[in-house]
């Protein structure tokens, strides 16, 4: 007889939150001890109906999202969510960047506030941009973009004064340092002293 327990609430909601999930993303998101206990769990999930596993790039694994019985079962919106297929690398990267810092600044789900909320929170009619997501910790406010494409000038720019404005902090994770965006934003770096930039192999080689 499958029984829902917590963790299974956990799981769903942190699906919910991110536009795409990994199982390895839900595994560490949700703390279990081996990747093979937590595929067991969510196969039952999908089994009973709470989730599903779709593949839609090869080479990448399995991107899970919520049926609409799992969304009614932790009442959220039940409104047809699209995976934008050139948008899957990016969010998968913010999401093993948000596990990133979790790890390394011992941070708990509950201080990580995705884009998503973020749109909730203001209202999804209100086109301004939001950070991939943002830290909450110890009284400050971090957020942070993954940028892997450049934006134009003007656009990096705007972006660059209205988390100025907004938060403590911003990291700008790029690909290396000599990426033309690493570059762009270097333009910036004595303007906006609240700004770091981080390579992404530094959040790659946490994973290994």
């Not at 909730?120 to 086109?127: A, C, S, V």
């Not at 660059?160 to 762009?184: C, E, F, G, R």
């Amino acid at each position: 007889m499958f029984q829902l327990v917590k963790r299974d609430y956990t799981i769903l909601k942190e699906v919910y939150r991110w536009r795409v999930c990994l199982g390895r993303h839900i595994q560490e998101l949700t703390g279990f001890a081996s990747r093979n206990a937590c595929e067991q769990r969510l196969r039952k999930l999908i089994e009973m109906g709470y989730l599903e596993r779709k593949y839609i790039l090869y080479g990448v694994p399995g991107l899970y999202s919520l049926t609409h019985k799992g969304k009614v079962l932790i009442n959220v919106s039940r409104k047809a969510e699209k995976i934008r297929l050139e948008q899957v690398s990016h969010d998968i990267t913010v999401l093993d960047t948000a596990i990133f810092f979790m790890q390394s600044m011992e941070l708990t789900i509950e201080q990580i506030k995705t884009e998503k909320e973020l749109q909730m929170r203001e209202g999804f009619g209100n086109r301004k941009h939001r950070p991939d997501f943002v830290i909450e910790n110890n009284g400050k406010t971090i957020c942070v973009e993954v940028e892997l494409s450049p934006k134009s000038k003007s656009r990096t720019e705007q972006i660059l004064k209205d988390n100025y404005m907004q938060y403590d902090s911003q990291i700008w994770i790029v690909p290396n340092k000599k990426h033309k965006v690493a570059t762009l934003l270097n333009e910036y770096i004595n303007h906006f002293p609240n700004m770091k930039i981080i390579e992404l192999k530094k959040i790659k080689l946490a994973e290994i």
